[in-house]
């Protein structure tokens, strides 16, 4: 336990918060103090670094893997650091004798500090059938997954060595090879402010029908399901507009998604059936990925689900709620499950209620080492 404790504190040390369009420096930098603590000359680092948009400050992502024969294989941890926002007074992340508690504590940094822990014992290890690697990314809570896609686009060579990867999303130790897609659009539309006593254009009342109708979008979709991945989840996520109670605004965003069951397609087409009169004079932009089944290798699944009972524990299969980096592999060819300690229903809350159990990052931590004693 104690050698998560340590990546703990690493991880805690700087607010990774990533929000679209805007760098945060610390990304960077925390991949950076990852990377110094192994120095060993049997494992090779690679920080790869990348901009967002046209800032100056850039994200990264931190591959670590051991040097092996020729046709061993890779199974490879992987995981994000960056975390969604946190209220301006939000407490530091703390450590009791159960849990750990803050943003980030379940999506993802307290699985990472597992997989970390891991990945220094598996490397330790003489005798093993696979080779240990981790995949830090930087870019999985904003700027449209630029963290994996530059992982794909760079490492094409090291892609070809691996046999599975393992991302550490929180599924409560349940084994999910399927995996969901996601739909969302991005609607906006500019106007002219003035005083609220002499309105020109009313932004927001005008904007009441497309709300309707987003609604009604969102509650059509959910009417969506399949037999593995149950029906199409999805809310309204974003309205902004106007600063001051006596001020019209000048601008409306609205952004909403869906966490998906069936083809892309399927939601593009029903997107356009909905909204066609009702865009006029607004930009937007949709984005999506399909859902996936895992193409990962029976007999690796199957070695994972003997680590997990050799644990003392019994394994659970299922399918992800939500949309995750391992989709993206999965479409490219690269097999990928979703396995991961914590309550997923925990993620992106407020403290206290962002936690994990200690417990369970040790357990995740051991099963991770099985995989290669095994």
Do not use: W
Not at 153 to 175: A, H, Q, S
Not at 270 to 289: D, I, M, P, S
């Amino acid at each position: 336990m104690e050698n998560i404790i340590k990546y703990i504190k690493i991880l805690f040390s700087l607010s990774t918060v990533n929000i679209s369009g805007v760098a945060n420096p610390n990304i960077l930098i925390l991949l950076k103090k990852i990377k110094k603590n192994f120095t060993q000359t049997n494992i090779i680092t690679k920080l790869d670094q990348y901009n967002i948009d046209s800032s100056d400050i850039k994200h990264g992502n931190l591959l670590l893997y051991a040097k092996t024969k020729p046709k061993t294989k890779y199974i490879l941890f992987h995981g994000h650091i960056d975390t969604v926002p946190a209220p301006q007074n939000e407490p530091k992340h703390t450590v009791n004798r159960q849990y750990l508690i803050g943003r980030g504590a379940v999506d993802m940094k307290g699985n990472l500090a597992a997989m970390l822990s891991a990945f220094e014992q598996i490397n330790a290890l003489r005798s093993k059938t696979h080779s240990p690697a981790i995949l830090i990314t930087g870019d999985e809570e904003a700027n449209s997954f630029e963290g994996i896609k530059t992982f794909i686009k760079r490492n094409k060579t090291f892609i070809k060595k691996i046999d599975m990867v393992i991302t550490g999303e929180p599924t409560d130790l349940c084994i999910n090879t399927n995996h969901r897609g996601i739909f969302g659009a991005i609607i906006e539309k500019n106007g002219q402010t003035g005083h609220s006593a002499f309105p020109q254009e009313k932004l927001i009342e005008n904007s009441i029908p497309l709300l309707q109708s987003i609604k009604n979008f969102i509650s059509d979709s959910q009417k969506i399901h399949t037999p593995a991945l149950g029906k199409t989840v999805g809310a309204t996520t974003i309205i902004n507009a106007g600063t001051k109670g006596n001020q019209l605004p000048d601008s409306i965003k609205i952004e909403f998604n869906l966490r998906t069951v069936k083809p892309d397609s399927v939601y593009k087409t029903l997107f356009a059936k909905q909204f066609k009169n009702l865009l006029k004079g607004y930009r937007y932009q949709t984005y999506g990925f399909s859902p996936t089944q895992s193409i990962a290798n029976n007999a690796i699944v199957q070695l994972i689900q003997r680590a997990v009972k050799k644990t003392g524990i019994s394994y659970k299969t299922g399918a992800t709620t939500f949309f995750t980096e391992a989709n993206i592999l999965n479409q490219q060819g690269i097999p990928a499950i979703v396995f991961g300690a914590g309550n997923p229903r925990l993620a992106h809350t407020l403290p206290p209620n962002e936690k994990i159990k200690l417990r369970d990052l040790k357990l995740y931590s051991d099963i991770l080492v099985n995989i290669f004693k095994i």
